[in-house]
């Protein structure tokens, strides 16, 4: 699978998506979004994810039909969360380890209890998976 390259912003459209874990329109997630992009107009998230399709990294699910007769396009990411911080690993020679230490020293720095406990569910189905396979020791 070719993961693209992905700006900062392209990433945190990403994230939201990978979050929401349905396909959205733009308008969705204009009405969904939170945080300091709230603040992003319309235009800006079209031109967004109409470079992250150009990229391969959205893909339209399906279309919805609105009561004023208009349609508009639900979009999907054509590759997981998981997959894609495990190709930013191979391009960047990071160690796994490496980048859940300091995830988890800056949830810790921000009192981000919600966030650890997810990590550190994360991190236990990663175990329990690795312990299934047939080539764990």
């Not at 988890?104 to 406990?117: F, L, P, Y």
């Amino acid at each position: 699978m070719n993961i693209p390259a992905l700006t900062n912003t392209e990433e945190k459209v990403m994230k939201f998506l990978w979050k929401q874990d349905k396909p959205l329109s733009v308008q969705e997630m204009l009405d969904l979004w939170e945080g300091e992009e709230k603040t992003w107009q319309d235009n800006y998230m079209r031109a967004i994810v109409r470079t992250l399709v150009k990229k391969g990294a959205l893909e339209v699910s399906d279309i919805k039909l609105r009561s004023n007769s208009r349609a508009s396009r639900r979009l999907q990411p054509t590759f997981s969360k998981k997959d894609y911080y495990s190709q930013l690993v191979k391009r960047g020679g990071l160690r796994v380890s490496e980048m859940v230490e300091a995830e988890a020293v800056a949830m810790t720095q921000k009192g981000d209890r919600e966030g650890m406990s997810a990590l550190i569910r994360d991190l236990k189905e990663i175990i329990e998976e690795y312990d299934t396979r047939d080539d764990a020791e």
